[in-house]
T-cell receptor
Framework: AQTVTQSQPEMSVQEAETVTLSCTYD???????LFWYKQPPSRQMILVIR??????QNATENRFSVNFQKAAKSFSLKISDSQLGDTAMYFC????????????FGTGTRLQVTL | GAVVSQHPSRVICKSGTSVKIECRSLDFQATTMFWYRQFPKQSLMLMAT?????????EQGVEKDKFLINHASLTLSTLTVTSAHPEDSSFYIC??????????????FGSGTQLSVL
């Protein structure tokens, strides 16, 4: 079974600063996807960034980037130039590539961006 | 982008009644839909996986007779909470997966339903 661990229940960052959220996972499989989802107070799940395990290059989406270390099974999210609108719960998630796969979520990190 | 519509967004019901939540994929065919439950300040917990035209697969500890899931078409799945009790009060979210070979690249989420049982 796959597991996803987020060891930081809460994080705080000042506006315009950079913050890194940690995520580790455990799997014996080789082909999978990793995601970071944002859940603001509206509770809508928003995809922030996706990484395909077979790609060595780290994914980036504007101010969001990941540090994907496959051998270490680590998948951290870096948010640059933090904005007040980044305040939310952030979930790391994992899914195998097969059609019978299910998305496994970490416990989440609550990020607060302050002035 | 693909949209998943979930209704109602909020429902309040009396203890003992049943509540139906709908999840529709608006512009794609969803072969698989997932139903999650989320308690305050916690992560999403998968309740069940439903594939179009077949019975849902429930996660361990989830009562299938209490949480009835129907996925009769490629665009609609429903979750019915039967004989609801206050402990069933929670936020329920659906997620849909499309037909493509790389469908797991992106799963689409509904906006969630807050169920409050009095």
């Amino acid at each position: 079974a796959q597991t996803v661990t987020q060891s930081q229940p809460e994080m705080s960052v000042q506006e315009a600063e950079t913050v890194t959220l940690s995520c580790t996972y455990d799997t014996s499989e080789n082909n999978y996807y990793l995601f970071w989802y944002k859940q603001p107070p509206s509770r809508q799940m928003i995809l922030v960034i996706r990484q395909e395990a077979y790609k060595q290059q780290n994914a980036t989406e504007n101010r969001f980037s990941v540090n994907f270390q496959k051998a270490a099974k680590s998948f951290s999210l870096k948010i640059s130039d933090s904005q007040l609108g980044d305040t939310a719960m952030y979930f790391c998630a994992f899914i195998l590539t097969g059609t019978a796969s299910k998305l496994t979520f970490g416990t989440g990190t609550r990020l607060q961006v302050t002035l | 982008g693909a949209v998943v519509s979930q209704h109602p967004s909020r429902v309040i019901c009396k203890s003992g009644t049943s509540v139906k939540i709908e999840c529709r994929s608006l512009d794609f065919q969803a072969t698989t839909m997932f139903w999650y439950r989320q308690f305050p300040k916690q992560s999403l917990m998968l309740m069940a996986t439903s594939n179009e035209g077949s019975k849902a697969t429930y996660e361990q500890g989830v009562e299938k007779d209490k949480f009835l899931i129907n996925h009769a078409s490629l665009t609609l799945s429903t979750l019915t909470v039967t004989s609801a009790h206050p402990e069933d009060s929670s936020f329920y979210i659906c997620s849909a997966r499309g037909l493509s070979q790389k469908a797991n690249e992106k799963l689409f989420f509904g906006s969630g339903t807050q169920l409050s049982v009095l």
